[in-house]
């Protein structure tokens, strides 16, 4: 996709100590934001996942943006987050994100397992519920680097899954292990700052039924593999 330019959305001028400027939506996998000063102008970028976004969306987060480049801290915007964190959003967005990924299979169902089973029987544990994995997706992943068992898209809210667990000889346990991993960063709340891994979510991982036990298997997955 072409870059879009939507200077002439962003309200007021007068926000902008620059001579000139120019904000540009770039199409890139994942969602982002820049700015570039030359002399006395900026360009500011962000993702052409916002071009459907209201004008108001664009001014605030360039306001931040400008704030950002004159030596302040960086803190996005209440109308962006509140608007990328909307339901509407994720069911526009996702599809585009998903055709921009390569790294995805872009289906549950593996050669062996299918990953909405484990989702199922997640749900059954009483391990997750409906809110943990409403409006999420679940794909196999093409390939993962090593030692890295699922990956979770917490904006897109994609779950993927090392492809290496599609495999009889891995416990259903292990996989729903996994995949449980996932979904807890799901029910994270994205609106406020936080370590990905911190205390809360690990008290909620250590519910999982032979938590010790899932993690020394995986620790030691590539080792047994060699042996087999």
Known sequence: MRDIDVTSRIRPLDMYPYDSYKVILKGKMHLHYAYRITGESIEIELSDYLKDAPDNVLSDECKA???????KKYKQSHLLTEYILSPDFIVKSRPIFLQRTRSLKLTEQGKCKNLLDSVERLRDMELIFDDDIRNSYFSWADHMQKYKWGQCNQFFRVVSVNPLLDDDSVPDLILDYVIYHEILHLRQDMSKAHRPHNAQFRS?????????????????????????
């Open 65 to 71: 943006i400008v704030a950002w480049s004159r030596g």
């Open 204 to 228: 909620w991982e250590h519910l999982f039924p032979e938590y010790d036990a899932c993690e020394e298997y995986l620790r030691t997955f590539y080792s047994r593999k060699r042996l087999q």
